[in-house]
């Protein structure tokens, strides 16, 4: 609906705004450079994610 991907399901494609990681077209035709992560909440901070993963494995910081 707003061009993402659903949480529950990966995919990928190149220049495709539906998939979960997307490939630039430019990447592909040069075989280097970066993908994008378009999965919902891809752009959380992920010393944040790290730090409570953390506390809700070993405890809180006493």
């Given at each position: ?7 529950n399901e990966f995919s990928y ?41 953390t506390e809700t494995v070993c405890g809180g910081v006493s």
């Open positions: 609906m707003h061009e993402t991907a659903p949480w494609g190149v220049s495709d705004r539906g998939a979960s990681i997307r490939i630039p077209w430019q990447v592909e035709v040069e075989r280097k450079g970066y993908i994008e992560d378009r999965r919902p909440n891809a752009n959380m901070d992920p010393y944040v994610v790290t730090r409570l993963i």
